[in-house]
């Protein structure tokens, strides 16, 4: 497990160990889930979803993408349309691609 505080990776902790480390090299910027099963992280950035490999922290796969996006705990990419904002709620769209990265 990698453990985060603000913006930066401060160590990684394996299962079971009471010890920490520094945390895996490539985990930089926001990875915000645990993607695959759990065997991978997602970093997403404006354009990309990067997948990257827990142990060494390399990239392993992205996949590009229209506009900004995050990630649901299933896996799912979730798009907010800015523009697309309801008169009466004041809520943006919203749209689901299901388990993308599941």
């Known amino acids: 497990m990698a453990i985060q505080h603000f ?45 990257i490999d827990p142990s060494s922290g390399e990239t392993c796969g992205s996949l590009m993408v229209p506009g900004s996006f995050t990630l649901g705990g299933d896996g799912s990419l979730l798009h907010f349309d800015p523009h697309g904002r309801d008169r009466t709620t004041g809520l943006c769209t919203v749209t689901v691609y299901p388990n993308v990265l599941r």
């Open 7 to 51: 913006n930066g990776w401060v160590a990684s902790i394996a299962s079971g160990s009471p010890l920490f480390s520094a945390p895996p090299p490539g985990f930089r910027g926001w990875l915000t889930a645990a993607v695959l099963g759990g065997k991978a992280y997602a970093r997403v950035s404006t354009g990309t979803v990067d997948v």
